[in-house]
């Protein structure tokens, strides 16, 4: 059975930078990060689709980097300036052929 942990989720004021990580049980190529507000559908922050290519979206260019340490699994995503929309939460996900595994979600609250 696969399992996808996030950690690192948090409070923080505007400006400030956070850490998300994601662990999966086994590896995964693509690995993805999503955030969700209430009401809304999940949005797509960021991905490692496959070949390695990486995706982010437009919202969080150049704020926000993905990166993967696969001796350990773990794929993290890397906020920086953040700001009060940037609050959500976030889920990591992998997907696999045509099945996709999801986390169970971080919160993370931009706020001064």
């Known amino acids: 059975q696969v399992q996808l942990v996030e950690s690192g989720g948090g409070l923080v004021q505007p400006g400030g930078s956070l850490r998300l990580s994601c662990t999966a049980s086994?590896?995964?190529?693509?690995m993805r990060w999503h955030r969700q507000t209430p009401g809304n559908a999940r949005e797509l922050v960021a991905a490692?689709?496959?070949?390695?290519?990486?995706n982010y979206g437009d919202s969080v260019k150049g704020r926000f980097t993905i990166s993967r340490n696969n001796a350990k699994n773990t794929t993290y995503l890397q906020m920086n300036s953040l700001k009060p929309e940037d609050t959500a939460v976030y889920y990591c996900?992998?997907?696999?052929?045509?099945?996709?595994?999801w986390g169970q979600g971080t919160q993370v609250t931009v706020s001064s």
């Open positions: 086994r590896a995964f190529d693509v």
């Open positions: 996900s992998a997907v696999e052929w045509l099945n996709s595994y």
């Open positions: 490692y689709n496959y070949a390695g290519n990486i």
